[in-house]
């Protein structure tokens, strides 16, 4: 902790806000201040985008082969001090130590992906129809961007679009989440440490996000936005972004069915539950919301996911054993009781969990509800927290259609046997990613994101640069 930079980092710099304002850093496991970082106005965001755009004509015409060996050389440093970061994580957003150490291997991955696409920006060409002209296409990076996490992978979030970036030759604006700014402030040290020159990455660290991204949206030098965070703040983001016609990349919440059809294997599907709900305490764009399970199985399906869920340990993430962490804050926590009232309201009976412990820190500890009514709160809000909902359906046609009646559309699991049923019940859900008798898809080696009010574009893969690179045509007529 010592170590860890509190400044602003900007034009290669750590700097204090120009006004000297200052914000806490809270452990969510204790409830106490960790430290102060710096608080970024509007005048500090200004000189970080000028940072940005006075680092974009030289940074876009270094060679590919040095963008690719800084992100590699990053991505080595982030893996060596896999324990130092994990622990920095682990304090400032509560996640289990083993977690986050996963979180730091997920993240550097990004970098190491993104270093060897660096390396393959393809371009292409051609005789046109006519036989006379030619084409040339070349890809360009689309300018300075703004980039904005969430504090649930403090990390990763930072990694997945910072990694192509600055393989595409961007530079960048990046401001995280005010609850996590520490994993970001590190990671800016690395890539410094790595060689990224002067002004390519700056981080504003800030409690002020409106007042510091509004007027970079709206001034016309950012070209990109690329947000990460609710939909509801993807949706004011985008409205923002439209003056300026900035190009944006959104991934935003979802809301995931998790289906098990009678020919599921159990043993396969509960193990696919325990990490699409707990995987992050369940504070993930990505978590299951709704479980539902073929009537034929869904009590012994939910006595199995309430005996496993209710062995695992609650306790501060820097403690041995821990499973499962602190919610992120108070305000969460108090979420994740509303909704869990609201259906035991509704007739849900509670299998296990359900009662907040007594003491200091947000721990809210593994619940399984089970005969949870359609119209609960739960059904249509991110619960964003460790509680698995069942409900039960009766045939394909039914619980495809339940499935998709939601707004979002990131991500859906499967569980069955059957290869028919497999594919066909994957295609039909509205949905940009599916997990097949598996609870987790995250790979940075595959695209990202949703559909519907999930987001637009795709974060990783070999799709995920295109997000950062903008096509220019020469024509070229042969005389
Ligand atoms: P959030 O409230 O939308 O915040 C996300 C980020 O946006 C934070 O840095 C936040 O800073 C910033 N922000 C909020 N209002 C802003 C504004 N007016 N202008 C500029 N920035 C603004 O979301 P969250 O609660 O941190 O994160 C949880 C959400 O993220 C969930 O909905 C989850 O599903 C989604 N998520 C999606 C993915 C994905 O890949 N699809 C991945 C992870 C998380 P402040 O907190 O200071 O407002």
């Known amino acids: 902790m010592t170590d860890t930079p509190t400044q602003l980092f900007i034009g290669g710099a750590w700097v204090d806000a120009a006004d000297g304002a200052t ?10 201040i960790l430290c102060h970082v710096a608080d970024a106005g509007p005048k500090d965001a200004r000189l970080a985008e000028d940072a940005a755009v006075r680092a974009q ?3 876009a015409r270094t060679a590919p082969r040095v963008r690719s060996e800084i992100l590699r050389r990053a991505y080595e440093i982030i893996l060596e001090r896999t324990d130092e970061l994990a622990r920095l994580m682990t304090s400032e957003m509560g996640k289990p130590l083993a977690e986050a150490r996963g979180e730091v291997a997920y993240a550097a991955e990004f970098f190491r992906w993104f270093s ?3 390396v393959r920006i393809d371009g292409g060409g051609g005789v046109l129809p006519d036989g006379r002209n030619r084409m040339l296409l070349s890809r360009r990076p ?9 504090w649930n992978f403090p990390l990763a979030m930072g990694t997945r679009k910072i990694g192509p970036a600055v393989a595409a030759g961007c530079t960048m604006v990046l401001k995280p989440a005010p609850q996590t700014p520490l994993s970001s402030l590190a990671l800016a040290g690395i890539l410094k440490e790595a060689g990224l020159p002067d002004g390519v990455l700056n981080v504003v660290t800030t409690s002020r ?3 510091v991204c509004e007027p970079l949206l709206r001034g016309g ?3 990109k936005l690329s947000f990460t965070g609710s939909t509801q703040v993807g949706r004011l983001l985008l409205a923002q972004s439209a003056d300026m016609v900035v190009r944006t990349s959104m991934e935003l919440g979802g809301n995931a069915p998790f289906i098990v059809f009678e020919d599921a294997d159990l043993d396969v599907a509960v193990d696919g539950a325990m990490l699409a709900k707990m995987r992050n305490m369940g504070e993930a764009c990505t978590a299951a919301n709704r479980f539902f399970v073929h009537r034929s199985v869904a009590e ?4 199995r996911l309430a005996t496993r869920m209710g062995a695992l340990v609650v306790g501060p993430g820097t403690r041995d054993g821990v499973d499962v962490g602190p919610l992120i804050d108070a305000g969460g926590r108090a979420k994740v009781e509303e909704l869990v009232a609201d259906a035991v309201e509704r007739g849900a009976r509670v299998l296990v969990g359900g009662r907040r412990p007594e003491g200091p ?3 809210y500890p593994p619940t399984v509800l089970t005969d949870v009514d359609p119209g609960s709160r739960l059904m249509d809000t991110e619960i964003f927290g460790p509680v698995a909902a069942i409900l039960t359906f009766d045939d394909e046609d039914e619980v495809v259609r339940r499935a998709n009646d939601t707004p979002w559309g990131l991500v859906g699991y499967v569980f069955t046997e059957g290869l028919d049923r497999a594919l066909r019940v994957s295609e039909r859900l509205e949905v940009g990613m599916v997990g097949l008798n598996t609870g987790l898809v995250s790979n940075p080696a595959a695209p990202f994101g949703g559909v519907k009010q999930s987001g637009l574009g795709r974060e990783g893969g070999r799709v995920g640069i295109d997000e950062f690179l903008e096509y220019q045509y020469l024509a070229v007529p042969v005389r």
């Open 116 to 118: 060897e696409e660096a």
């Open 209 to 211: 996000a409106g007042e």
């Open 23 to 32: 914000m806490p850093v809270d452990d969510p496991a204790t409830g106490e």
């Open 361 to 363: 820190g947000c721990f």
């Open 300 to 303: 012994e399906f939910g006595r």
């Open 57 to 59: 004509e030289k940074w």
């Open 142 to 150: 689309v300018g300075p961007c703004l980039l904005i996490t969430p």
């Open 221 to 223: 030098r950012i070209r």
